[in-house]
């Protein structure tokens, strides 16, 4: 063991070590399509597999795309980084990133994020934590998902409960302001 102290930070009367705070995974250039079935025709072009619930979705009037050319930055961030235990269940794990100030991301960032991640791994698993909270009929938060599966990108949609467990590597993309 060291006797090197490591740096603590308190949130919400509970201490995280350096681990808990996470880096700039990317930088996203967002705002430059006119609509969502402009920047989705890119993604047709690039074979990426969508399957209907997330075509539905991206129909939707309500998400609207960034006005305006703009970078933002991204951070990838697991349970296990903020030691929050898979049990503690999304709600916890939601409140921890905001504590840490990171946001959710804008509509776009997934579908921005699947033309632009041309080298994620195979079998990589990425939940984009949106600003438009997406229910489904049994009130579970969705989440777009990223994956690559046999050399082919997939764009798609899962959903968790308040309460509901996941592991704790599983990854989940916010923006860091």
């Not at 804008?106 to 909270?133: A, D, W």
């Not at 949609?157 to 993309?173: A, H, I, M, S, W």
């Amino acid at each position: 063991m060291s006797d090197v102290p490591t740096q603590r930070l308190v949130l919400g009367g509970v201490a995280i070590g350096r681990r808990a705070r996470p880096q700039i995974w990317m930088s996203l250039l967002l705002g430059m399509y006119a609509d969502m079935d402009a920047l989705c025709s890119i993604l047709r072009q690039q074979k990426c597999g969508i399957n209907d619930a997330t075509k539905e979705v991206l129909k939707s009037p309500a998400l609207t795309l960034t006005p305006e050319v703009s970078i933002i930055r991204l951070v990838r961030v697991s349970a296990r980084q903020l030691d929050i235990g898979n049990y503690d269940g999304y709600e916890k794990f939601h409140a921890r990133c905001l504590a840490l100030g990171l946001v959710p991301c804008p509509v776009e960032v997934p579908v921005q994020l699947r033309r632009q991640y041309e080298t994620q791994p195979e079998g990589e698993l990425l939940r984009v934590v949106t600003n438009n909270r997406i229910p489904d009929s049994q009130g579970w938060v969705r989440f777009f998902v990223l994956a690559q599966y046999i050399k082919k990108p997939y764009l798609g949609l899962c959903g968790t409960g308040p309460n509901t467990c996941f592991g704790l590597d599983d990854l989940f993309v916010w923006q860091k302001p």
